[in-house]
């Protein structure tokens, strides 16, 4: 007798015919399963019949995923992959070019199936679909048909990039270089180039010989946002595969053709948004792009060098005009450069290459206050000048601040860290200017003289003033400026006064009174809080939201979206396509009765994390979680869009759970809360002190002779 947990209620239904209800005993074999079902509707030959999803992703059941199988889930009987794979295979070697067409449009269809492909490929269907790329005697919709098809068996990894010949390589770059070719198979031909690029060196070598960094530009500067996004993702694919002097070519070569200046006219002033998977690519160009300072970051400034002393002679000599020093004594000229040293602000005024040594930020230090001094020598002299007009103390050391400087904008720009896998916070202005780390070191420079002055600083108040040139900057790219223009203006805006309300009001918000009455007053109102938190994040989890699957092969990947029920009593999600923002919950064919979640993971803890050991960055881990359900054999694997959707679906998911919930936004959220109460009802106790315990009461009269006593008075 089967036990009860391997007993599946689910319909099986198959067109023209009446649907069968059984009950599937996951202990039994599934060719079993499928002779019974065929045996209720008298169908000969079982094996030609295979068990597939009816609704959503139309998966063939095998014995290795059957066990995802839940009750209520509706099935199909259809043609087994085996025998859909042989009727394809002969459907596309049709002469009649209808047959073809059509065999290649349900082959791009099913071939997302890791089953049917693993037939299909078996029967060496896809050296079909390369002939028929090589041949290229199809109309452009085959074509399509062809090249989507390809690429779903391909992603598979069940057969090796590398065993494709030249000839097709060929093929694929010279859709991609032609100007007049169909728009869907231009799409898919950049697709096929990004994975070729990204599964070896030798592929990559190949495809950057075949195809032309000035197609690529061009298909940047067309209308239709997805053969960007593909342009954009194999340009990156092959600058990032580039070892350092190929990359430093292409970059030369891409330079040379303004590819700044496309993307900043075509995709971020376009009139459509900027969409996630290509504000990945800019954040990864711009990424890739900036660590070519790394190695001058890296670098100590050497005292030997020639070269690098001259220049720190050329910011002195550009600083202060000086009699001729060749008519001067060796220890006269050596007291004379230390003393101007000195002025300009280096702490060690006879050897100031010593300042350089330290790295970060190294010769990069050196390069930016050479280009402040050469760009713009007169707002040089002015810093310079200015400074060592005032008293020692209250001068602002121009090399010293520089070099911290430096520091800060190679620390907020993340200069020297590889590109994240899921990041997309890309700065406009980064694509509106040629040299942007050295441009913005002279906005910020000057900022910082003028912060200097309006704090009224001090040499032991530089810290300080750092710290708020910091906050400066950080605010201001923040807001995503799309010019220098517009950043100069806004920075500018943001002074010191106008940096010490926003603390201001930031404490405000965090600010809590420690008085005694006011702490018991706040465990009484938590209880009523917390509650309306969890009422929210469980409204939070019936809104649902759309999560992304992230695969190892390729960035972009299928979409799929989960919310509760209003009842609270089911979880459902499914896959759906990319312009769908909020399908209603009927759409979602797939759910878990929320009874049966039995626990919640995160992080590390999580099984698709645990897969993927060693090749997810901590930015995927903190976003991960997943839940277990039934007996804790089964997962629902999550990767969230944002920190913020983390918390509020671990928070909703422990509120189901009956749980606690833990997440900072949750702590935050009730703080702000807390504080919100507690002010409206202190309003009337404003400016009155409240004591830290509660006044004594007074012992009873002796007597009550004082009352007056009305029932007299009445009568």
């Not at 203006?489 to 918000?509: C, F, P």
């Not at 833990?662 to 109460?677: C, D, G, V």
């Amino acid at each position: 007798m089967p036990q009860q947990k391997d007993i599946v209620k689910i319909a099986i239904q198959m067109p023209g015919a009446y649907p069968q209800l059984i009950q599937l005993d996951q202990k039994k074999p599934l060719s079993a399963v499928i002779k019974e079902v065929c045996d209720g509707w008298n169908l000969p030959g079982p094996d030609n019949y295979a068990l597939q999803y009816a609704d959503g992703v139309q998966t063939y059941i095998t014995e290795s995923n059957r066990l995802d199988i839940k009750n209520g889930c509706i099935l199909r009987l259809t043609k087994a992959p085996g025998r859909c794979a042989e009727d394809l295979y002969k459907g596309i070697q049709s002469m009649d070019t209808g047959v073809r067409c059509d065999s290649l449009k349900q082959l791009a269809g099913v071939s997302t199936d890791v089953t049917f492909a693993q037939e299909f490929i078996s029967r060496d269907g896809h050296l079909l679909l390369v002939k028929i790329v090589e041949d290229s005697n199809e109309t452009a919709v085959i074509m399509t048909h062809t090249l989507t098809g390809f690429m779903e068996l391909m992603d598979h990894g069940i057969v090796s990039w590398e065993n494709l010949s030249s000839v097709f390589i060929e093929k694929i770059a010279s859709f991609v270089n032609a100007k007049a070719t169909d728009a869907s198979i231009q799409q898919v031909s950049l697709d096929i180039l990004e994975n070729m690029v990204l599964s070896s060196q030798s592929l990559f070598q190949q495809v950057k010989q075949e195809v032309t960094m000035e197609r690529l530009i061009a298909h940047l500067q067309v209308t239709n946002q997805q053969i960007q996004t593909k342009a954009m993702a194999l340009l990156m694919a092959l600058l990032q595969t580039a070892g350092d002097s190929d990359r430093q070519d292409m970059f030369a070569f891409l330079n040379k053709k303004n590819l700044r200046q496309y993307i900043y006219k075509n995709i971020i002033h376009s009139s459509g948004s900027v969409q996630d998977e290509m504000a990945h690519y800019l954040y990864v160009l711009q990424s890739v792009t900036l660590n070519h300072l790394e190695p001058r970051m890296r670098t100590p400034l050497d005292c030997y060098s020639q070269e690098q002393r001259d220049i720190l002679h050329s910011l002195r000599q550009a600083a202060f005009e000086t009699e001729s020093e060749n008519s001067l004594s060796h220890e006269r000229r050596r007291s004379l450069c230390a003393k101007e040293f000195k002025k300009l602000g280096f702490s060690n005024n006879s050897n100031p290459g010593q300042d350089l040594v330290r790295t970060p930020p190294g010769l990069l230090a050196l390069d930016t206050m050479f280009y402040f001094a050469a760009r713009y020598p007169d707002a040089y002299s002015r810093f310079v000048l200015e400074n060592s007009s005032r008293e020692d103390k209250h001068e602002c050391p121009f090399a010293r601040s520089s070099i911290q400087l430096t520091l800060i904008l190679c620390e907020i720009l993340r200069i020297g860290e590889p590109p994240s896998e899921t990041g997309s916070d890309y700065h406009p202005i980064f694509f509106s200017q040629d040299r942007l780390m050295e441009e913005l070191f002279c906005v910020c420079i000057q900022l910082l003289n003028k912060t200097w002055k309006e704090m009224r600083a001090t040499q032991e108040d530089f810290d300080k003033v750092m710290q708020v040139v910091r906050e400066q900057i950080t605010r201001t790219l923040s807001s995503k400026p799309t010019s220098l223009e517009l950043f100069k203006n806004k920075v500018n805006a943001l002074n010191y006064s106008e940096i010490l309300k926003l603390r201001q009001t930031e404490r405000l918000h965090q600010e809590e009174t420690l008085a005694p009455p006011v702490l018991e007053l706040k465990e009484r109102l938590k209880p009523e809080l917390l509650e309306l938190i969890r009422q929210q994040r469980l409204n939070r989890l019936c809104q649902g939201t759309m999560f992304r699957k992230i695969s190892s092969r390729r960035r972009q990947d299928k979409l799929w979206y989960c919310r509760l029920s209003p009842n609270h009593k089911m979880l459902h999600y499914g896959d759906l396509e990319e312009d769908t923002d909020n399908p209603p919950i009927e759409t979602l064919q797939e759910k878990i009765p929320v009874a049966d979640i039995k626990g919640l993971l995160t992080g590390k803890d999580c099984p698709h994390m645990k897969e993927n050991k060693g090749k997810q960055n901590k930015e995927v881990l903190d976003l991960a979680f997943s839940i277990t359900y039934d007996v804790e054999e089964y997962n629902l694997n999550f990767i969230a869009p944002s920190r913020t959707d983390f918390c509020l679906w671990t928070d909703g998911l422990s509120v189901l759970l009956g749980r606690e919930m833990s997440s900072e936004s949750m702590r935050s959220e009730l703080e702000i809360l807390l504080s919100m109460e507690i002010k409206l009802r202190l309003l009337d106790l404003e400016n009155v002190p409240i004591p830290d315990s509660a006044p004594v009461i007074p012992k009873p009269p002796s007597n009550y002779n004082f009352c007056y006593d009305f029932s007299q008075t009445e009568q």
